[in-house]
């Protein structure tokens, strides 16, 4: 991680598609990213989708 990135808490990535949506976590300090794929569907509570959602911190 360079100095530019090191203010930030974390780094995500998103790919929001049509059909499902990539997600990549990376907290800052550290090399390990967190990587899941939701689905696309109308309705859809996204912030239950994910079980490990309440221990990393994820709003």
């Given at each position: 991680m360079?100095?530019?990135?090191?203010?930030?808490?974390?780094?995500?990535?998103?790919?929001?598609?049509d059909c499902?949506?990539?997600?990549?976590?990376?907290?800052?300090?550290?090399?390990?990213?967190?990587?899941?794929?939701?689905?696309?569907?109308?309705?859809?509570?996204?912030?239950?989708?994910?079980?490990?959602?309440?221990?990393?911190?994820?709003?």
């Amino acid at each position: 991680m360079t100095q530019a990135t090191a203010d930030y808490a974390a780094l995500v990535g998103i790919d929001w598609a049509d059909c499902k949506h990539d997600l990549c976590l990376q907290a800052a300090g550290s090399d390990r990213r967190e990587r899941l794929v939701l689905e696309h569907r109308p309705g859809l509570d996204h912030k239950s989708a994910h079980p490990g959602h309440a221990a990393s911190g994820v709003r």
